[in-house]
Protein backbone atom coordinates (compact mmCIF):
# COMPACT_ATOMS: atom_id res chain seq x y z
CA UNK A 1 0.00 0.00 0.00
CA UNK A 2 1.18 3.32 -1.25
CA UNK A 3 0.25 6.29 1.44
CA UNK A 4 0.84 9.75 0.62
CA UNK A 5 0.97 11.73 4.03
CA UNK A 6 -0.06 15.78 4.24
CA UNK A 7 -1.44 17.81 6.77
CA UNK A 8 -2.06 21.53 6.92
CA UNK A 9 -0.10 22.13 10.67
CA UNK A 10 3.14 22.07 8.50
CA UNK A 11 6.02 18.87 8.14
CA UNK A 12 7.54 19.86 11.53
CA UNK A 13 4.40 19.71 13.71
CA UNK A 14 4.33 16.87 15.79
CA UNK A 15 0.71 15.41 14.71
CA UNK A 16 2.24 14.03 11.36
CA UNK A 17 5.14 12.69 12.50
CA UNK A 18 3.05 10.28 14.74
CA UNK A 19 0.90 9.54 11.47
CA UNK A 20 3.92 8.64 9.57
CA UNK A 21 4.97 6.61 12.69
CA UNK A 22 2.22 4.43 12.76
CA UNK A 23 1.15 4.18 9.27
CA UNK A 24 4.97 2.68 7.92
CA UNK A 25 3.72 -0.13 9.67
CA UNK A 26 1.30 -0.41 6.88
CA UNK A 27 2.34 0.73 4.35
CA UNK A 28 5.13 2.65 2.28
CA UNK A 29 4.81 6.50 3.21
CA UNK A 30 5.71 9.39 1.16
CA UNK A 31 5.54 12.82 3.28
CA UNK A 32 4.66 15.71 1.00
CA UNK A 33 3.38 18.75 3.26
CA UNK A 34 3.25 22.48 3.95
CA UNK A 35 6.70 24.36 4.93
CA UNK A 36 4.73 26.59 7.45
CA UNK A 37 1.04 26.12 9.56
CA UNK A 38 -1.40 26.58 6.51
CA UNK A 39 -4.39 26.26 9.28
CA UNK A 40 -7.55 27.67 8.41
CA UNK A 41 -6.38 28.49 4.52
CA UNK A 42 -9.46 26.19 2.83
CA UNK A 43 -9.36 24.89 -0.51
CA UNK A 44 -6.75 27.88 -1.14
CA UNK A 45 -4.33 26.84 -4.07
CA UNK A 46 -1.35 29.16 -5.14
CA UNK A 47 -1.49 30.39 -8.97
CA UNK A 48 -0.09 33.84 -8.84
CA UNK A 49 3.85 32.32 -7.11
CA UNK A 50 5.13 29.37 -7.97
CA UNK A 51 6.04 26.56 -5.89
CA UNK A 52 8.80 25.44 -4.75
CA UNK A 53 9.96 21.85 -2.88
CA UNK A 54 12.97 21.07 -0.08
CA UNK A 55 13.82 17.50 1.15
CA UNK A 56 12.70 18.19 4.91
CA UNK A 57 15.07 16.31 7.57
CA UNK A 58 14.48 14.95 10.76
CA UNK A 59 17.42 14.19 12.96
CA UNK A 60 19.48 13.86 9.83
CA UNK A 61 17.05 11.47 8.31
CA UNK A 62 14.79 12.39 5.37
CA UNK A 63 11.53 12.81 6.72
CA UNK A 64 9.54 13.94 3.11
CA UNK A 65 8.96 17.19 0.60
CA UNK A 66 7.87 20.23 1.94
CA UNK A 67 5.65 22.63 0.27
CA UNK A 68 6.30 26.25 0.33
CA UNK A 69 2.10 26.44 -0.09
CA UNK A 70 -1.06 24.92 0.82
CA UNK A 71 -2.60 21.93 1.51
CA UNK A 72 -4.20 21.35 -1.41
CA UNK A 73 -0.93 22.32 -3.18
CA UNK A 74 0.87 19.49 -1.90
CA UNK A 75 -1.47 16.95 -3.19
CA UNK A 76 -1.26 18.42 -6.36
CA UNK A 77 2.42 19.20 -7.04
CA UNK A 78 2.82 15.91 -4.88
CA UNK A 79 0.71 13.44 -7.09
CA UNK A 80 1.59 14.90 -10.23
CA UNK A 81 5.38 15.50 -10.23
CA UNK A 82 6.33 13.91 -6.91
CA UNK A 83 4.53 10.39 -7.09
CA UNK A 84 3.87 10.98 -10.73
CA UNK A 85 1.46 7.98 -10.06
CA UNK A 86 -1.56 7.98 -7.67
CA UNK A 87 -0.92 6.63 -4.52
CA UNK A 88 -3.23 4.30 -2.79
CA UNK A 89 -4.17 6.75 -0.40
CA UNK A 90 -3.93 9.95 0.63
CA UNK A 91 -4.08 10.91 4.67
CA UNK A 92 -3.92 14.41 5.94
CA UNK A 93 -3.63 14.76 9.18
CA UNK A 94 -3.01 14.69 12.46
CA UNK A 95 -4.70 17.99 12.78
CA UNK A 96 -4.53 19.96 16.23
CA UNK A 97 -7.97 20.73 16.58
CA UNK A 98 -11.28 19.03 15.35
CA UNK A 99 -11.99 19.83 12.04
CA UNK A 100 -16.39 19.21 12.34
CA UNK A 101 -19.41 21.05 11.82
CA UNK A 102 -19.03 24.32 10.00
CA UNK A 103 -15.23 24.10 10.39
CA UNK A 104 -14.53 21.38 8.03
CA UNK A 105 -15.74 24.71 5.48
CA UNK A 106 -12.32 26.50 6.73
CA UNK A 107 -10.18 23.51 7.16
CA UNK A 108 -6.64 23.11 5.27
CA UNK A 109 -6.41 19.49 6.87
CA UNK A 110 -9.59 18.49 4.83
CA UNK A 111 -9.12 20.07 1.79
CA UNK A 112 -5.56 18.06 1.12
CA UNK A 113 -7.94 14.87 1.43
CA UNK A 114 -10.48 17.05 -0.74
CA UNK A 115 -8.57 17.49 -3.32
CA UNK A 116 -7.33 13.87 -3.24
CA UNK A 117 -10.81 13.11 -3.50
CA UNK A 118 -11.14 15.29 -6.61
CA UNK A 119 -8.21 13.11 -8.44
CA UNK A 120 -10.09 10.16 -7.64
CA UNK A 121 -7.61 9.00 -5.08
CA UNK A 122 -9.32 7.73 -1.67
CA UNK A 123 -8.73 10.11 1.23
CA UNK A 124 -8.85 10.60 5.17
CA UNK A 125 -9.10 13.80 6.91
CA UNK A 126 -8.23 13.09 10.81
CA UNK A 127 -8.11 15.82 13.47
CA UNK A 128 -7.73 15.59 17.28
CA UNK A 129 -10.11 17.84 19.00
CA UNK A 130 -7.90 20.07 21.11
CA UNK A 131 -5.18 21.93 19.92
CA UNK A 132 -3.48 21.55 22.82
CA UNK A 133 -2.97 17.38 22.31
CA UNK A 134 0.18 15.86 23.28
CA UNK A 135 -0.10 12.53 22.71
CA UNK A 136 -1.60 11.48 18.84
CA UNK A 137 -0.46 7.78 18.87
CA UNK A 138 -3.90 6.60 20.01
CA UNK A 139 -5.41 8.92 16.65
CA UNK A 140 -2.91 7.38 14.40
CA UNK A 141 -3.79 3.97 15.32
CA UNK A 142 -7.35 4.61 14.73
CA UNK A 143 -6.18 6.03 11.12
CA UNK A 144 -4.26 3.12 10.17
CA UNK A 145 -7.51 0.76 11.22
CA UNK A 146 -9.60 2.75 8.86
CA UNK A 147 -7.26 3.20 6.13
CA UNK A 148 -7.52 -0.62 5.90
CA UNK A 149 -11.46 -0.45 5.79
CA UNK A 150 -11.12 2.22 3.19
CA UNK A 151 -8.53 0.08 1.08
CA UNK A 152 -10.98 -3.21 1.55
CA UNK A 153 -14.18 -1.60 0.85
CA UNK A 154 -13.15 1.35 -0.94
CA UNK A 155 -14.63 4.69 -1.80
CA UNK A 156 -16.98 6.03 -4.14
CA UNK A 157 -14.76 8.43 -6.43
CA UNK A 158 -15.05 12.03 -4.79
CA UNK A 159 -15.69 11.49 -1.44
CA UNK A 160 -13.49 11.50 1.59
CA UNK A 161 -13.55 10.65 5.01
CA UNK A 162 -13.36 13.08 7.94
CA UNK A 163 -12.58 11.79 11.07
CA UNK A 164 -12.03 13.33 14.47
CA UNK A 165 -10.50 11.66 17.62
CA UNK A 166 -11.46 13.05 20.92
CA UNK A 167 -8.35 14.11 22.62
CA UNK A 168 -8.84 11.96 25.60
CA UNK A 169 -7.01 8.42 27.38
CA UNK A 170 -8.10 5.79 25.46
CA UNK A 171 -9.95 4.32 28.01
CA UNK A 172 -12.45 6.96 27.75
CA UNK A 173 -13.20 6.55 24.63
CA UNK A 174 -16.61 5.71 23.71
CA UNK A 175 -16.57 3.99 20.77
CA UNK A 176 -16.69 4.64 16.63
CA UNK A 177 -19.42 6.33 14.85
CA UNK A 178 -20.19 6.97 11.44
CA UNK A 179 -21.54 9.95 11.43
CA UNK A 180 -22.53 13.54 9.45
CA UNK A 181 -21.47 16.81 8.74
CA UNK A 182 -23.18 18.97 12.00
CA UNK A 183 -24.48 22.73 11.80
CA UNK A 184 -22.92 24.27 14.76
CA UNK A 185 -21.50 27.37 13.80
CA UNK A 186 -19.20 30.09 15.05
CA UNK A 187 -20.63 33.46 17.09
CA UNK A 188 -17.33 35.08 15.86
CA UNK A 189 -15.77 38.35 17.56
CA UNK A 190 -13.55 40.53 16.24
CA UNK A 191 -11.50 41.87 19.16
CA UNK A 192 -10.24 45.52 18.50
CA UNK A 193 -7.09 46.77 20.09
CA UNK A 194 -4.74 49.33 18.65
CA UNK A 195 -1.49 49.34 17.82
CA UNK A 196 1.03 51.35 18.82
CA UNK A 197 0.85 54.29 16.10
CA UNK A 198 -2.85 54.95 17.24
CA UNK A 199 -4.20 52.75 14.26
CA UNK A 200 -7.29 50.56 14.74
CA UNK A 201 -6.70 45.90 14.16
CA UNK A 202 -8.82 43.69 14.71
CA UNK A 203 -8.52 40.08 16.07
CA UNK A 204 -10.67 36.90 14.92
CA UNK A 205 -11.95 34.94 17.83
CA UNK A 206 -15.47 33.64 18.86
CA UNK A 207 -17.65 30.63 20.62
CA UNK A 208 -18.52 28.19 18.83
CA UNK A 209 -22.71 28.10 19.26
CA UNK A 210 -23.14 24.13 19.75
CA UNK A 211 -26.65 23.35 18.03
CA UNK A 212 -26.00 19.48 17.51
CA UNK A 213 -27.56 17.42 19.76
CA UNK A 214 -27.64 13.83 18.26
CA UNK A 215 -25.14 11.26 17.94
CA UNK A 216 -25.04 11.27 14.27
CA UNK A 217 -23.20 14.69 14.14
CA UNK A 218 -20.18 14.91 14.28
CA UNK A 219 -19.82 17.89 16.66
CA UNK A 220 -21.67 15.89 18.73
CA UNK A 221 -20.54 12.68 18.76
CA UNK A 222 -17.14 14.01 19.42
CA UNK A 223 -18.21 15.89 22.79
CA UNK A 224 -19.72 12.60 24.20
CA UNK A 225 -16.09 11.25 23.29
CA UNK A 226 -16.83 8.93 20.41
CA UNK A 227 -14.33 8.73 17.24
CA UNK A 228 -16.47 10.54 14.57
CA UNK A 229 -16.43 9.44 10.60
CA UNK A 230 -17.87 11.47 7.94
CA UNK A 231 -17.98 10.86 4.44
CA UNK A 232 -17.96 14.25 2.64
CA UNK A 233 -17.54 15.17 -1.41
CA UNK A 234 -17.51 18.43 -3.18
CA UNK A 235 -20.75 17.67 -5.08
CA UNK A 236 -21.92 21.55 -2.87
CA UNK A 237 -25.43 21.40 -5.47
CA UNK A 238 -28.42 22.21 -2.73
CA UNK A 239 -30.84 19.77 -4.67
CA UNK A 240 -33.63 20.43 -2.43
CA UNK A 241 -33.57 24.06 -3.43
CA UNK A 242 -32.51 23.16 -7.14
CA UNK A 243 -36.01 21.18 -7.20
CA UNK A 244 -37.99 24.50 -5.44
CA UNK A 245 -36.01 27.02 -7.29
CA UNK A 246 -38.20 25.56 -9.95
CA UNK A 247 -40.75 27.48 -9.67
CA UNK A 248 -38.92 30.96 -9.76
CA UNK A 249 -38.84 29.96 -13.62
CA UNK A 250 -35.87 31.64 -13.88
CA UNK A 251 -35.63 31.15 -17.74
CA UNK A 252 -37.74 33.92 -17.95
CA UNK A 253 -36.09 36.38 -16.15
CA UNK A 254 -34.08 38.16 -19.20
CA UNK A 255 -37.59 38.38 -20.81
CA UNK A 256 -38.81 40.58 -18.49
CA UNK A 257 -37.54 44.14 -19.88
CA UNK B 1 -32.73 47.19 0.81
CA UNK B 2 -29.36 46.96 2.43
CA UNK B 3 -26.62 45.14 -0.38
CA UNK B 4 -23.53 44.32 0.94
CA UNK B 5 -21.05 43.69 -2.01
CA UNK B 6 -17.83 41.97 -2.15
CA UNK B 7 -15.44 40.31 -4.20
CA UNK B 8 -11.88 38.07 -4.59
CA UNK B 9 -10.41 40.42 -7.31
CA UNK B 10 -10.06 43.20 -4.88
CA UNK B 11 -12.03 46.73 -4.29
CA UNK B 12 -9.85 48.29 -6.87
CA UNK B 13 -11.38 45.91 -9.23
CA UNK B 14 -13.74 46.34 -12.38
CA UNK B 15 -16.07 44.04 -11.99
CA UNK B 16 -17.12 44.90 -8.31
CA UNK B 17 -17.29 48.61 -9.78
CA UNK B 18 -19.45 47.72 -12.52
CA UNK B 19 -21.72 45.91 -9.97
CA UNK B 20 -22.09 48.50 -7.03
CA UNK B 21 -23.09 51.10 -9.98
CA UNK B 22 -25.84 48.88 -11.15
CA UNK B 23 -27.05 47.57 -7.69
CA UNK B 24 -27.03 51.55 -6.11
CA UNK B 25 -29.93 51.59 -8.46
CA UNK B 26 -32.46 49.28 -6.35
CA UNK B 27 -31.02 49.23 -2.89
CA UNK B 28 -28.68 51.27 -0.54
CA UNK B 29 -25.10 49.76 -0.91
CA UNK B 30 -22.38 49.19 1.12
CA UNK B 31 -18.75 47.85 -0.31
CA UNK B 32 -17.03 45.44 1.97
CA UNK B 33 -13.58 43.97 -0.09
CA UNK B 34 -10.05 42.32 -0.07
CA UNK B 35 -7.49 45.53 -0.12
CA UNK B 36 -5.98 43.00 -2.96
CA UNK B 37 -6.82 40.28 -5.32
CA UNK B 38 -7.52 37.60 -3.47
CA UNK B 39 -8.44 34.57 -6.78
CA UNK B 40 -8.12 31.29 -5.85
CA UNK B 41 -7.88 31.47 -1.68
CA UNK B 42 -11.46 29.24 -1.55
CA UNK B 43 -12.43 29.91 2.24
CA UNK B 44 -9.88 30.66 3.64
CA UNK B 45 -9.46 32.64 6.80
CA UNK B 46 -7.53 34.90 8.55
CA UNK B 47 -6.48 33.70 12.38
CA UNK B 48 -2.64 34.20 12.79
CA UNK B 49 -3.18 38.15 12.06
CA UNK B 50 -5.10 40.59 12.83
CA UNK B 51 -7.45 42.46 10.29
CA UNK B 52 -7.22 46.22 9.68
CA UNK B 53 -10.31 48.10 7.75
CA UNK B 54 -8.98 51.19 5.24
CA UNK B 55 -11.79 53.81 3.78
CA UNK B 56 -11.32 53.33 0.14
CA UNK B 57 -12.02 56.36 -1.97
CA UNK B 58 -12.26 56.49 -5.72
CA UNK B 59 -11.71 59.60 -7.88
CA UNK B 60 -12.38 61.10 -4.70
CA UNK B 61 -15.67 59.67 -3.72
CA UNK B 62 -15.33 56.96 -0.76
CA UNK B 63 -16.30 54.09 -2.23
CA UNK B 64 -15.95 51.43 0.31
CA UNK B 65 -14.06 49.84 3.25
CA UNK B 66 -10.46 47.61 1.85
CA UNK B 67 -10.18 44.75 4.58
CA UNK B 68 -6.61 43.31 4.45
CA UNK B 69 -7.60 39.81 3.97
CA UNK B 70 -9.78 37.30 2.45
CA UNK B 71 -12.77 37.01 0.92
CA UNK B 72 -14.24 35.44 4.00
CA UNK B 73 -13.15 37.77 5.98
CA UNK B 74 -14.59 40.54 4.28
CA UNK B 75 -18.23 39.15 5.13
CA UNK B 76 -17.35 37.87 8.80
CA UNK B 77 -15.99 41.24 9.76
CA UNK B 78 -18.00 43.81 7.42
CA UNK B 79 -21.29 41.89 8.91
CA UNK B 80 -20.09 41.98 12.64
CA UNK B 81 -18.16 45.01 13.02
CA UNK B 82 -18.58 47.33 10.05
CA UNK B 83 -22.43 47.13 9.59
CA UNK B 84 -23.22 45.51 13.06
CA UNK B 85 -26.49 44.62 11.92
CA UNK B 86 -27.26 41.83 8.51
CA UNK B 87 -27.84 43.08 4.86
CA UNK B 88 -30.66 42.12 3.49
CA UNK B 89 -28.63 40.04 1.00
CA UNK B 90 -24.65 40.42 -0.20
CA UNK B 91 -23.52 40.33 -3.56
CA UNK B 92 -20.21 38.86 -4.53
CA UNK B 93 -18.55 39.87 -8.06
CA UNK B 94 -18.49 40.39 -10.69
CA UNK B 95 -15.52 38.19 -10.80
CA UNK B 96 -13.18 37.80 -13.60
CA UNK B 97 -13.17 34.66 -14.69
CA UNK B 98 -15.94 31.66 -14.52
CA UNK B 99 -16.53 29.70 -11.33
CA UNK B 100 -18.19 26.67 -12.39
CA UNK B 101 -17.65 23.05 -12.08
CA UNK B 102 -14.86 22.24 -9.75
CA UNK B 103 -13.47 25.85 -9.41
CA UNK B 104 -16.25 26.82 -7.21
CA UNK B 105 -14.22 24.47 -4.66
CA UNK B 106 -11.23 27.17 -5.21
CA UNK B 107 -13.42 30.16 -5.77
CA UNK B 108 -12.65 33.32 -3.49
CA UNK B 109 -15.75 34.97 -4.79
CA UNK B 110 -17.86 31.70 -3.81
CA UNK B 111 -16.81 31.60 -0.39
CA UNK B 112 -17.66 35.50 0.20
CA UNK B 113 -21.47 34.68 -0.78
CA UNK B 114 -20.84 30.95 1.51
CA UNK B 115 -19.28 32.71 4.25
CA UNK B 116 -23.15 35.54 4.37
CA UNK B 117 -25.06 32.06 3.74
CA UNK B 118 -23.03 30.81 7.03
CA UNK B 119 -24.60 33.99 8.37
CA UNK B 120 -28.17 33.17 7.66
CA UNK B 121 -28.35 36.27 4.90
CA UNK B 122 -29.44 35.28 1.25
CA UNK B 123 -26.59 35.62 -0.75
CA UNK B 124 -25.15 35.52 -4.43
CA UNK B 125 -21.66 34.70 -5.94
CA UNK B 126 -21.51 36.05 -9.74
CA UNK B 127 -19.07 35.81 -12.47
CA UNK B 128 -18.16 36.36 -16.05
CA UNK B 129 -16.90 33.66 -18.10
CA UNK B 130 -13.74 35.14 -19.47
CA UNK B 131 -10.54 36.63 -17.72
CA UNK B 132 -10.52 38.92 -20.21
CA UNK B 133 -13.53 40.49 -19.87
CA UNK B 134 -13.77 44.16 -20.45
CA UNK B 135 -17.90 44.78 -20.00
CA UNK B 136 -19.52 43.87 -17.00
CA UNK B 137 -22.66 46.16 -17.45
CA UNK B 138 -24.73 43.01 -18.55
CA UNK B 139 -23.95 40.65 -15.65
CA UNK B 140 -24.58 44.06 -13.41
CA UNK B 141 -27.96 43.88 -14.71
CA UNK B 142 -29.02 40.08 -14.76
CA UNK B 143 -27.22 40.58 -10.72
CA UNK B 144 -29.84 43.23 -9.94
CA UNK B 145 -32.70 41.07 -11.38
CA UNK B 146 -31.43 38.40 -10.14
CA UNK B 147 -31.26 39.66 -6.10
CA UNK B 148 -34.66 41.10 -6.43
CA UNK B 149 -36.28 37.57 -7.14
CA UNK B 150 -34.16 36.50 -4.34
CA UNK B 151 -35.57 39.02 -2.26
CA UNK B 152 -38.91 38.28 -3.84
CA UNK B 153 -39.02 34.29 -2.69
CA UNK B 154 -36.43 34.25 -0.04
CA UNK B 155 -33.51 31.73 0.16
CA UNK B 156 -33.29 28.97 2.84
CA UNK B 157 -30.73 29.92 5.13
CA UNK B 158 -27.37 28.65 4.19
CA UNK B 159 -28.03 28.36 0.23
CA UNK B 160 -26.62 30.87 -1.55
CA UNK B 161 -26.82 31.00 -5.55
CA UNK B 162 -23.73 30.83 -7.92
CA UNK B 163 -24.01 32.38 -11.28
CA UNK B 164 -22.02 32.51 -14.39
CA UNK B 165 -22.71 35.17 -17.06
CA UNK B 166 -21.09 34.12 -20.13
CA UNK B 167 -18.71 36.92 -21.43
CA UNK B 168 -20.54 37.63 -25.11
CA UNK B 169 -22.38 40.22 -26.70
CA UNK B 170 -25.97 40.67 -24.93
CA UNK B 171 -27.65 39.67 -28.16
CA UNK B 172 -25.61 36.42 -28.27
CA UNK B 173 -26.74 34.88 -24.73
CA UNK B 174 -29.13 32.05 -25.09
CA UNK B 175 -30.94 32.39 -22.08
CA UNK B 176 -30.84 31.72 -18.14
CA UNK B 177 -30.99 28.41 -17.09
CA UNK B 178 -31.17 26.78 -13.17
CA UNK B 179 -27.96 24.54 -12.96
CA UNK B 180 -26.07 21.81 -11.20
CA UNK B 181 -22.70 22.02 -10.12
CA UNK B 182 -20.99 20.43 -13.28
CA UNK B 183 -18.03 17.69 -12.97
CA UNK B 184 -15.31 18.68 -15.56
CA UNK B 185 -12.11 19.05 -13.14
CA UNK B 186 -8.61 20.23 -14.05
CA UNK B 187 -5.87 18.40 -15.88
CA UNK B 188 -2.88 20.39 -13.91
CA UNK B 189 0.25 20.83 -15.21
CA UNK B 190 2.93 22.01 -12.66
CA UNK B 191 5.56 23.70 -15.20
CA UNK B 192 9.29 22.94 -13.96
CA UNK B 193 11.94 26.16 -14.27
CA UNK B 194 15.13 27.11 -13.37
CA UNK B 195 15.67 30.42 -11.44
CA UNK B 196 18.80 32.49 -11.98
CA UNK B 197 20.69 30.50 -8.85
CA UNK B 198 19.76 27.21 -10.17
CA UNK B 199 16.78 26.16 -7.96
CA UNK B 200 13.52 25.00 -9.59
CA UNK B 201 10.21 26.28 -9.08
CA UNK B 202 6.97 25.05 -10.48
CA UNK B 203 4.04 27.04 -12.11
CA UNK B 204 0.17 25.87 -11.78
CA UNK B 205 -1.17 25.84 -15.11
CA UNK B 206 -3.38 23.38 -16.81
CA UNK B 207 -6.75 22.21 -19.10
CA UNK B 208 -10.33 21.99 -18.13
CA UNK B 209 -11.48 18.89 -18.69
CA UNK B 210 -14.97 19.12 -20.05
CA UNK B 211 -16.78 16.20 -18.95
CA UNK B 212 -20.43 18.00 -19.10
CA UNK B 213 -22.60 17.55 -21.71
CA UNK B 214 -26.07 18.02 -20.45
CA UNK B 215 -27.37 21.56 -19.83
CA UNK B 216 -28.40 21.20 -16.44
CA UNK B 217 -24.69 21.64 -15.79
CA UNK B 218 -23.51 25.00 -15.15
CA UNK B 219 -20.20 24.05 -16.87
CA UNK B 220 -22.70 22.83 -20.56
CA UNK B 221 -24.52 25.87 -19.56
CA UNK B 222 -22.20 28.39 -20.11
CA UNK B 223 -20.33 26.82 -22.84
CA UNK B 224 -24.31 27.21 -24.62
CA UNK B 225 -23.84 30.83 -24.16
CA UNK B 226 -26.67 30.53 -21.16
CA UNK B 227 -26.24 32.27 -17.78
CA UNK B 228 -26.04 29.93 -14.83
CA UNK B 229 -27.74 29.52 -11.76
CA UNK B 230 -26.64 27.61 -8.77
CA UNK B 231 -28.24 27.18 -5.65
CA UNK B 232 -25.37 25.64 -3.14
CA UNK B 233 -24.81 24.89 0.19
CA UNK B 234 -22.26 23.98 2.69
CA UNK B 235 -23.73 20.53 4.27
CA UNK B 236 -21.17 18.61 2.70
CA UNK B 237 -22.03 15.21 3.65
CA UNK B 238 -21.89 12.67 1.20
CA UNK B 239 -25.44 11.04 2.19
CA UNK B 240 -25.15 8.23 -0.39
CA UNK B 241 -21.98 6.86 1.09
CA UNK B 242 -23.10 7.83 4.90
CA UNK B 243 -26.12 5.02 4.26
CA UNK B 244 -24.22 2.49 2.05
CA UNK B 245 -21.16 3.06 4.77
CA UNK B 246 -23.68 1.39 7.37
CA UNK B 247 -22.52 -1.85 6.16
CA UNK B 248 -18.59 -1.51 7.22
CA UNK B 249 -20.29 -1.30 10.41
CA UNK B 250 -17.05 1.01 12.21
CA UNK B 251 -18.92 0.49 15.61
CA UNK B 252 -17.04 -2.42 15.93
CA UNK B 253 -13.31 -1.11 14.32
CA UNK B 254 -12.25 -0.25 17.95
CA UNK B 255 -12.76 -3.74 19.11
CA UNK B 256 -10.45 -5.65 16.67
CA UNK B 257 -7.71 -5.43 18.71
Redesign the interface.
Known sequence: MRILISNDDGIDSQGIAALAEELKKIGDIIVIAPRT?Q??????????I????TEYYKNGDFFGYAIEGTP??CI??GI??ILKTPPDIVISGINHGSNAA?N???SGTV?AA?EAA?MDVPAIAVSVTSHEAKDFRFAAK?TA??AQ?VLK?G??NG?LLNVNVPDVPEEK?S????T??GKS?WD???E??CDPYG??????TGNLVETDKVLETDQFAIKNNY?S??????????????NS????Q??N??N?D
Open positions: ESAVGHAITMKPLRIADKIRNIIIYSRIVKLQHLPTIGMLLQQKDIYERKKYYWLVVTPIHFDLTDYKTYMKSWIELLH
